[in-house]
């Protein structure tokens, strides 16, 4: 019987609402380093996406020039004929 006393003196009102609060911060906590990682990432794969992006426009810059070579090599090779 007292054990059932003890227990209805821990089991008010205040220390419910802090044990939920308590509950809630720790998801809060949870959820933030979820949603930091996440993030982080987010953050990384668009970093790689820009750098792609350059390597492309680079490598578009390169072929151009390559193809301009090449006909101008093949036009060579046809006024010589």
Known sequence: MKNILKLQNYLNFQNLTFFGLVILAYQNYETR??????????E????????IKKEAT????YAKSANTMAFSIFSEIENEK
């Not at 380093?33 to 987010?42: A, I, P, Q, R, Y």
């Not at 990384?44 to 750098?51: I, M, N, P, Q």
């Not at 680079?58 to 810059?61: D, I, P, R, S, T």
């Open 33 to 42: 380093n979820k949603l930091n990682e996440m993030n982080s990432t987010f």
């Open 44 to 51: 990384y794969a668009l970093f790689e996406l820009e750098e």
């Open 58 to 61: 680079e490598a578009n810059k």
